[in-house]
């Protein structure tokens, strides 16, 4: 259950994180955009396009059915009409929005006729009509501010070559709704990207959030939670799924392994401390008995009694955590007055250890715990109170109760622990600092033993130190 707190804390701390390049979310995103920038602009420069062919070519058309008529209706009108009554009549006849036709004779130098202006409101202008040469086939040209269609050809009548034909039309006001339309298409496009870009995103964020989740939930696994720890992820696509299964068994693999090694450090451990205890045991009779020993012959005795101690002890502290972490060490809890418990074992450490202890405690505190655990607690926070401070200062137990819960405080004016070392202390086999952890004798395995036997009861453990002033542990127990 706890577990699963944890772990669902750890999906709700979703930290905003920088900019990363080379995530797969920021590459699928500027992909994905970059093929919809490009696939949309080709459909809007296609677009425009075809719209710009389509104005050209029918105006063009249309021009170009006119010229085509232009010389054979000259032609009929000159059969019954004097020639330039015939050319103006030509000219009179064509009803075209914005065209203008003038004719001009072979030399250019005589206008023949033109229109009379009461079909468009556009007018052929001086500098129009002044243009010498205009292309054989209707095209756009812009003269000034004005988008015209330009023809030239020639006219014949009654066989004769009469002069050139000339046709102008304008076409500025469809070319700016073009321009316009062009322009209202690039808006609506870019608009368009940006509103794909914004989703593609957020689909990709969603689509990757349960990858997210589960680095998370990986990410919050300890050692003490393998065996029950399961990655579960209800709204995550079946490929995530799947990798989530796979981890799963992973786990389920290594908390085997996990178990196996614990259960062999327990069996090593056990095997080994009863020979040892029996070695140990001759050593200190050899010890105590012999008289006649020489300086060489005491000193090689001794010094094979205090490794073999050292040993029974890291053997003991081993078995003692190799039982607690798989879940041997059943906890006997039961409501026991706190006051009692730390008054017996102040006065047994005082005796032991030659050390003032003080008890400060203020009421009866009862608290829900294992007598026995917690008497292992204190002495090896006693012990460690001991080893790293002066033997003439005083150890302070000091034992209160709130509401919530019960604190003992083991209070020492000793060494203190550096600040970068605090969290780690309770790991195991972290010394502090080897030197100075030789010296003491310890493995560094006397915090860890206390954070596993203090958690099992369901309470909490922390230190508060300062170099050369003290350390304060403070176990919290439930009440
Ligand atoms: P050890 O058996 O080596 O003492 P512990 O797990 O009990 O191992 O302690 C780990 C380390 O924490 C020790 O090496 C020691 O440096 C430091 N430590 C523990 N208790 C104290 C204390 N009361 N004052 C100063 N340092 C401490």
């Given at each position: 259950?706890?577990?699963?707190?944890?772990?669902?804390?750890?999906?709700?701390?979703?930290?905003?994180?920088?900019?990363?390049?080379?995530?797969?979310?920021?590459?699928?995103?500027?992909?994905?955009?970059?093929?919809?920038?490009?696939?949309?602009?080709?459909?809007?420069?296609?677009?425009?396009?075809?719209?710009?062919?389509?104005?050209?070519?029918?105006?063009?058309?249309?021009?170009?059915?006119?010229?085509?008529?232009?010389?054979?209706?000259?032609?009929?009108?000159?059969?019954?009409?004097?020639?330039?009554?015939?050319?103006?009549?030509?000219?009179?006849?064509?009803?075209?929005?914005?065209?203008?036709?003038?004719?001009?004779?072979?030399?250019?130098?005589?206008?023949?006729?033109?229109?009379?202006?009461?079909?468009?409101?556009?007018?052929?202008?001086?500098?129009?009509?002044?243009?010498?040469?205009?292309?054989?086939?209707?095209?756009?040209?812009?003269?000034?501010?004005?988008?015209?269609?330009?023809?030239?050809?020639?006219?014949?009548?009654?066989?004769?070559?009469?002069?050139?034909?000339?046709?102008?039309?304008?076409?500025?006001?469809?070319?700016?709704?073009?321009?316009?339309?062009?322009?209202?298409?690039?808006?609506?496009?870019?608009?368009?990207?940006?509103?794909?870009?914004?989703?593609?995103?957020?689909?990709?964020?969603?689509?990757?959030?349960?990858?997210?989740?589960?680095?998370?939930?990986?990410?919050?696994?300890?050692?003490?939670?393998?065996?029950?720890?399961?990655?579960?992820?209800?709204?995550?696509?079946?490929?995530?799924?799947?990798?989530?299964?796979?981890?799963?068994?992973?786990?389920?693999?290594?908390?085997?392994?996990?178990?196996?090694?614990?259960?062999?450090?327990?069996?090593?451990?056990?095997?080994?401390?009863?020979?040892?205890?029996?070695?140990?045991?001759?050593?200190?009779?050899?010890?105590?008995?012999?008289?006649?020993?020489?300086?060489?012959?005491?000193?090689?005795?001794?010094?094979?009694?205090?490794?073999?101690?050292?040993?029974?002890?890291?053997?003991?502290?081993?078995?003692?955590?190799?039982?607690?972490?798989?879940?041997?060490?059943?906890?006997?809890?039961?409501?026991?007055?706190?006051?009692?418990?730390?008054?017996?074992?102040?006065?047994?450490?005082?005796?032991?250890?030659?050390?003032?202890?003080?008890?400060?405690?203020?009421?009866?505190?009862?608290?829900?715990?294992?007598?026995?655990?917690?008497?292992?607690?204190?002495?090896?926070?006693?012990?460690?109170?001991?080893?790293?401070?002066?033997?003439?200062?005083?150890?302070?137990?000091?034992?209160?109760?709130?509401?919530?819960?019960?604190?003992?405080?083991?209070?020492?004016?000793?060494?203190?622990?550096?600040?970068?070392?605090?969290?780690?202390?309770?790991?195991r086999f972290y010394r502090?600092?080897?030197?100075?952890a030789?010296?003491?004798?310890g493995h560094g395995l006397g915090?860890a033993?206390?954070?596993?036997?203090?958690?099992?009861?369901?309470?909490?453990?922390?230190?508060?130190?300062?170099?050369?002033?003290?350390?304060?542990?403070?176990?919290?127990?439930?009440?």
């Open positions: 259950m706890q577990l699963i707190h944890t772990l669902r804390g750890a999906m709700r701390r979703v930290k905003r994180r920088p900019l990363d390049t080379a995530s797969l979310q920021f590459r699928l995103t500027t992909e994905i955009a970059a093929l919809s920038v490009l696939c949309l602009s080709c459909v809007a420069i296609w677009t425009s396009w075809k719209m710009q062919q389509l104005l050209i070519t029918t105006h063009t058309q249309s021009v170009e059915y006119i010229a085509n008529r232009f010389p054979r209706d000259v032609e009929l009108y000159s059969e019954m009409l004097p020639v330039e009554i015939g050319l103006q009549k030509t000219i009179n006849n064509v009803s075209v929005a914005g065209l203008v036709i003038w004719v001009k004779s072979i030399d250019g130098k005589q206008l023949l006729a033109q229109s009379t202006g009461a079909t468009s409101s556009f007018t052929a202008t001086d500098e129009l009509m002044s243009l010498a040469e205009m292309p054989l086939k209707p095209q756009v040209y812009k003269v000034g501010s004005h988008y015209l269609i330009l023809y030239q050809g020639l006219v014949t009548a009654k066989g004769k070559l009469l002069g050139k034909v000339y046709m102008a039309q304008d076409i500025t006001e469809d070319q700016r709704q073009l321009i316009a339309a062009i322009q209202g298409l690039a808006i609506v496009c870019v608009l368009a990207t940006m509103l794909t870009m914004a989703a593609i995103a957020l689909r990709i964020r969603r689509s990757l959030q349960p990858l997210q989740e589960m680095s998370q939930m990986a990410g919050a696994i300890s050692v003490d939670d393998l065996s029950q720890a399961k990655l579960q992820l209800s709204n995550a696509p079946t490929e995530v799924k799947e990798l989530a299964q796979t981890f799963n068994m992973m786990l389920s693999r290594l908390s085997d392994a996990w178990e196996q090694q614990r259960q062999f450090v327990g069996n090593i451990s056990h095997e080994l401390r009863t020979p040892l205890t029996v070695v140990l045991g001759y050593l200190q009779s050899l010890l105590r008995r012999s008289n006649n020993l020489t300086d060489y012959q005491q000193e090689a005795l001794e010094t094979a009694a205090s490794e073999a101690d050292r040993t029974v002890r890291l053997l003991q502290d081993l078995l003692d955590l190799a039982r607690a972490d798989s879940g041997y060490a059943h906890y006997l809890l039961e409501p026991i007055s706190l006051n009692d418990l730390v008054f017996e074992v102040a006065g047994m450490a005082e005796k032991f250890s030659s050390r003032l202890l003080q008890v400060q405690a203020t009421k009866t505190v009862v608290a829900i715990v294992d007598r026995d655990r917690l008497r292992q607690v204190l002495i090896n926070l006693i012990d460690n109170a001991v080893k790293y401070s002066e033997p003439n200062q005083p150890i302070d137990l000091i034992l209160e109760g709130t509401d919530q819960q019960a604190t003992i405080q083991v209070h020492d004016r000793g060494v203190g622990i550096p600040l970068q070392d605090q969290s780690r202390i309770f790991e502090v600092d080897e030197a100075r030789r010296s003491t004798g915090l033993i206390v954070k596993t036997l203090v958690e099992g009861m369901g309470g909490t453990i922390s230190v508060r130190s300062k170099l050369g002033e003290g350390s304060v542990f403070v176990i919290g127990l439930p009440i």
